[in-house]
């Protein structure tokens, strides 16, 4: 879980770094592929970010379901 974290940190930084430099480039520097490579980015992030919000829910339910047994045994 941590690795993903960081790998979500440094995909926003990289995220941020290119929307930088496509806006520094202005409308006629900017390549048709960078454009493609930064869509690619955008929608990595958010496949990523979806897997964290989901496996965090999964472990906040782990939790609460463990809390949940542990009272009914006693």
């Known amino acids: 879980m941590k690795t993903l974290k960081w790998l979500w940190v440094a995909a ?3 995220i ?3 929307l930088y430099n496509l806006v520094m480039a ?3 520097g900017s390549d048709p592929d ?3 490579s930064f869509v690619g980015m955008v929608l990595t992030f958010a496949l990523l970010s979806a897997i964290l919000i989901v496996m965090w829910a999964f472990g ?3 939790i609460a379901i463990a ?3 542990d009272r009914t045994k006693q």
Do not use: E, W
């Open 12 to 14: 926003l930084l990289t």
């Open 34 to 36: 960078d454009m493609q």
């Open 16 to 18: 941020g770094f290119k």
């Open 26 to 28: 202005g409308p006629r």
């Open 67 to 69: 809390a949940r047994s």
């Open 60 to 62: 906040r339910a782990k």
